[in-house]
Structure formats: structure tokens, C-alpha cells
């Protein structure tokens, strides 16, 4: 998922944000009231005032209202027609009937292509003030009536329980619903002594809810969040997931979150994940097989992890010292706590651009974005102001390629190189190219390893026999190293003929394979011919990825089998035959040099992405000459999207 910046806010908001943009800061639960920040939001909407009046006798209560109003400019939702048609998609997803290319066909035949700028906006500067009591009733009651309450700050209620909403969802009632329907699963675990801590209650109720099946896909495309109807529809991608529980664990006062990475460190889009706290206010990550580890054992590839809050966090607003317009969009409402350390500990170093290294000069009191890479764009992920000698951002964790950047006129202007920090020495290696040129022999356009169906093969084996039941097999070949090509080619010096041949799954492979081809000759270009065999999944599979595939010359149709361990694929030749030569394809994403298609490398240079021209190969490989040491992109112009910067590197593309 792609974090979305919101392309407008509606003039009611803007006008207050802008002015707490300007100096008025809000307090953050737990402080001392802006009274002054209250007033203006109340002589905006002065039904608030019920609110306020309705808790002059409860201390928290209060705070607690306080903190929601003083928010509530930040927020609104985004409604109407093109919204709801936007939510169809997950609902219809959500039954598992349809996949989302069905769903999505569906609802373009009826509505026509949805435009979500058409969307109206309602400010939560007009919410009447039962809404909110509501909701600060329902948090107070699960907060106090829970055991493990008692060991929830009122500092994490109020971030971490309290909120009424995540982001820009549709508004509605949700507490009482998602409580009657959840908090009957922890009756049995209530009154045991460990039920003080939240992480144990959060391990029991996510055993229960990791039985329920969520319907994955990140084809519906960037939208508003979608809201409490994902407890019931629970389809979506990473960021409904993580809002799903959100709903589930704040009902029930458990304190839970979402953590980010803006881009992931080697993908062009976000990741979203849910955090929650246990007793002593330590944070764990969930990860995706439903377990809570700590956030220091988290696994993936970073640079920055952030933290989503409710409240606004004011230290950003004071550095950035400047109007909300010339703030990269992504900064102006921050929402968010830096939590990179938490997550890498002393592997999150301080990373320091000499000011030499910067192609633009850029005065001290300018904003400088430290950016990851979306495809050819640039996403900024952390700021800062530069210093006399060089800029330097706090909690970067290495191993991430990045570019600095400056935000002028609505646009990003690269100011620097793209760079490596060296996660182990703090060393920055920076991708400057050179005048010298090499060739290099380009086999993909996306990192195979972000996939495991490669690996998968690793360990496989191609047998020959001359039973049926393969009692009795020779080995022809073992796969040793994930293939990197759409087509692996091996020649053979049996002498031995076979009627029987296939390609077996290692163990824990799924027998993940594309395509297999047997040859008499190593200079025969047609395959041996034969009748289909091998492991069917049946009522298993989902009818797509069945062994046949294996042997109908469509390297992009593959073989899936339903256990992890015993698929095979093979072929029974009518007569033994001499094998001497095997091709072989991986399952995969269609992201290999394709026969045909139009192909452009790309190499950086001074924040620019140079051409080095257009290619149609003739086979599963380009070659180019290209600047060395540069760091490179292809572009398929054909077909796809996913594809991925690179460098050339002892003759093997190595993605970033």
C-alpha cells in the first residue's frame, strides 16, 4: 500500500489547521488544557460545550474530552457516492466469492470507473457532541471494568484506546458492536492473574481471530481507510488488516496501534502493522502469522518506523518552522512518533551528509527530506534542517538505499546522490556512477527474492524412470541455487532412456514450478511431448495452479501444490527417451526479461534518471552498456508495474 497524501482539505479545516500550524499548540493528553485552543474549536461548534459541561466533575473525563476536541481540526471523512462505491470492493471481496479482478469489473459495469476527488469532506469540527460522549463513555467503561486496565497509562488510553477514529474513515457508532462480539472470547481467561497484562489477553484473542480468514489484495488502489465495517467484511490489504484490529483491541481496551514504514526499505510501497503494549508500557509487533514478538526482533528491511497517534505531534510542527504549504504534504499534519529505535536499537545510527556531497546549496533554515525510492520517484521518510558541515537525521537504520531532497514549488527537487549508510560501520557508499562503462546482462526487472517461489526450487529434483509409480528413479538433476532467469538450461550426459520424467518439489516448496521441458538432444529446440502426470490438488486448489500447468508452454502459468511437502510434475513419453537436455522456468510474477516486450535502463545522475535507450530482446535477457557503479532501473513499457532500482554488481543485478 501506498501511503496516500490527501489531494485536498475542505476550506472550514484548512483555516484551522493552518492557524495551530501558526503557533497555537496542543497540549497531548495528559497536560495541561489549551484553553485557548478549546474555545476556537467550540466557538466553531458550540455543542462541544455539552460535552466539557457534562464532565466538569470527573478530572479524567475531562482530560479526555479535551483531548478529543482539541484534535478534532485534524480530522474529517471522506463521503458520498464514490466513497461507497470505493468500500463495495472490500465488501464484495470480503464474501470470498470473487476475486479482484471480478469485483473490480463488477463494480466498473455498474458505477462506471470510481473518482474519489468527486468524494465530499465533513469536517469532525461539526460532531454533534452525543458522538463523542458516546465514544468517551465506552472507552472509560472497558478501561475501568478490564483487569488488565489497571495497567494502562492514561497517557496510552488516550492515544491508544480513546480515539473515535483512525484517519479519514466514514463515521459511525462502532464500540458497543465489536465489544458484545469479542469480549465473550476472553470470559474464560478474565480472572486468571495474568489477565493484569495486556499482551496476555492480546495472545488469547488473537489466537481466536487469527481463525478467521482475511481476504488479501492490494488491487483496489489508494483510498480513505475504510472503517469499522472491515471487523465484519475483513478484506483489504496491510493497512485494513492493521485497522481491523485496531477496532477489535480498542473495544475491548486493550491498547493497540498501527507502527509504519512510509516505504518499505526494499519496496516501492508502506507497510502497516499493528503494536500493542503490555503491562509495563513495552511495545510488540504482530506479525503476520498472528504471533506478538517484541519490536526489537522485527524482521523486515528499514530505515524509519513510525508510530500513528491520535494527537498531533507538536515537536515536528516547531522544527519544520515553516507554513503547512511548504511542507511536504506526508509532514504537514504529523500524526505520528518516531519509533525507529524501539524497533532497531544500536543498529539505528545517525546519518551525516557532508554538505560537499550536496549538488544544490541549501540554506540552514531550509527543510531537507530524506528520501527511499517508489519505482523512478522519491518518497520522503525523515527531515531535517542542514548544519554548517553537513545535515544529519537521527535513528537511520543502514542497508536502505536513500536521496536527499528539498520540497519547492510542489515538487521535489533531489539535492544529493542516492546513497547506502552501512548498517554495520556507519560508512556511506554513494551511487555517483562513473565515465567508464561496462556491460552488463540484465535478466529481470524485480527482485525475484521478494517472492519466495525462486527459493523454492532450491533443493528440487528431476528424476527419470521407467515405472509409473517411480519406484524404481535415477536422479537427472538437482536444483542447487534459485534460478534467476525465466529459463534455466541444463544439459546432461545421461545415456540412459526413460519413458517417465519429472520435475519434484523439495521439501517446504510447494512444488512451485512454471514450466519444465525435456530434450532427446541439446540442440533440439522442440520439447518431448507426452500425457500430463503428476500430484492433482483437486478440491484442495484453487483450480488455477494445477501440475498440467507445467507442461503447457506458458511460463506464466504455474504449479501450486496444496501441502508443502510430495508435489510432483511430470510426463509420461509413450517410449523411453534419451534425456539430454532439461529448461526449466519458477513459478513467478512475470517479472523476467520477457521475448518482445519494449524494455528502457535507466541510470541516476544528479537526481535525474538518464536513459540509456530501448531494447525488444529476442530471448529472457538484454544487454546494455551502462556507467559503472551507477545505480539502474528497467522499465518494461509493454506490460507490469513492479519493478525495482538496482546496481550491477560482479555480474548479477543486485536490488535495493
Known sequence: YKRQNKPYVCMKMKKYILYFLLGALVSGCGGNSSSHVLEDVIKENPQLREVLKRYEADTLKLRAAEFLIENLPYYCSYEGEQVERYQKQFELYGTGLYTPGEVQDSIRKMYGRIN???????????????????????????????????????????????????????????????????????????????????????????????????????????????????????????????????????????????????????????????????????????????????????????????????????????DMRKDAEAVYPSFRFPHFIDVTRLYSGKRARKLNIPREKLFHKVPEDEVVYLCSPAWTDWEPIAWAHPGENDVSFNDVEGGVVLQLSVYKHGRLIPVSDPFVLDGSTGGVHYFEGSDETEEIKLLNKYHQFIEPFAQRMVGGVFEGSN????????????????????????TLS???????????????????????????????????????????????????????????????????????????????????????????????????????????????????????????????????????????????????????????????????
Open 116 to 318: 474519489l476527488r468527486k468524494s465530499t469532506v465533513k469536517p469532525d469540527l461539526e460532531l454533534p457532541a452525543d458522538f463523542l460522549i458516546d465514544n468517551i463513555e465506552w472507552a472509560f467503561k472497558v478501561w475501568n471494568e478490564q483487569p488488565w486496565g489497571k495497567n494502562v497509562s492514561f497517557a496510552d488510553f488516550c492515544e491508544y484506546i480513546l480515539p473515535y477514529r483512525i484517519e479519514d474513515e466514514p463515521l459511525k457508532p462502532w464500540r458497543e458492536k465489536v465489544y458484545n462480539a469479542f469480549n465473550p472470547i476472553l470470559d474464560s481467561v478474565r480472572a486468571l492473574p495474568e489477565a493484569q497484562d495486556p499482551l496476555f489477553v492480546s495472545r488469547v484473542l488473537i489466537d481466536s481471530i487469527s481463525r478467521i480468514k482475511f481476504h488479501f489484495t492490494g488491487q483496489f488502489g489508494e483510498g480513505p481507510h475504510i472503517g469499522p465495517d472491515l471487523v465484519d467484511w475483513h478484506s483489504g490489504n496491510c493497512r485494513e488488516t492493521a485497522d481491523m484490529l485496531i477496532y477489535i483491541f480498542r473495544a475491548l481496551g486493550i491498547p493497540c496501534g498501527c507502527d509504519y514504514m512510509p516505504l518499505r526499505g526494499d519496496g516501492n510501497v508502506a507497510h502497516f502493522w499493528n503494536f500493542i503494549l503490555d503491562k509495563n508500557g513495552e511495545s510488540y509487533y504482530m506479525y503476520e502469522t498472528g504471533m506478538l514478538e517484541p519490536v526489537r526482533k522485527y524482521w523486515g528491511i528499514k530505515s524509519k518506523i513510525y508510530r500513528q497517534t491520535f494527537s498531533r505531534n507538536e515537536d515536528v510542527v516547531k
Open 467 to 490: 515405472r509409473a509409480d517411480f519406484l524404481q528413479k535415477d536422479t537427472l538433476y538437482v536444483v542447487k541455487e534459485a534460478p534467476v532467469r525465466l529459463y534455466s538450461v541444463v
Open 494 to 656: 545421461s545415456t540412459k532412456h526413460y519413458r517417465y520424467v519429472r520435475y519434484v518439489g523439495p521439501e517446504n516448496g510447494y512444488c512451485n514450478v512454471s514450466e519444465v521441458a525435456f530434450y532427446e538432444d541439446p540442440a533440439d529446440t522442440c520439447a518431448l511431448q507426452g500425457r500430463v502426470i503428476g500430484t492433482p490438488n483437486g478440491q484442495n486448489g484453487d483450480g488455477k495452479h494445477d501440475y498440467r500447468n507445467v507442461y503447457d508452454g506458458d511460463p506464466y502459468t504455474s504449479f501450486d501444490y496444496y501441502q508443502p511437502t510430495g508435489g510432483w510434475a511430470g510426463l509420461d513419453l509413450g517410449r523411453p527417451c534419451l534425456i539430454r537436455k532439461i529448461i526449466f522456468t519458477p513459478r513467478n510474477r512475470d517479472n523476467y526479461v520477457r521475448e518482445g516486450d519494449t524494455y528502457e535502463l535507466f541510470y541516476s545522475s544528479k537526481g535525474e534518471w538518464i536513459s540509456i535507450g530501448e531494447q525488444i530482446p529476442a530471448s529472457d535477457s538484454l544487454l546494455y552498456m551502462a556507467p559503472k557503479g551507477a545505480l539502474l532501473y528497467l522499465k518494461n513499457h509493454t506490460r507490469g508495474s513492479d519493478e525495482r532500482i538496482f546496481e550491477y554488481e560482479e555480474g548479477r543485478q543486485r536490488y535495493w
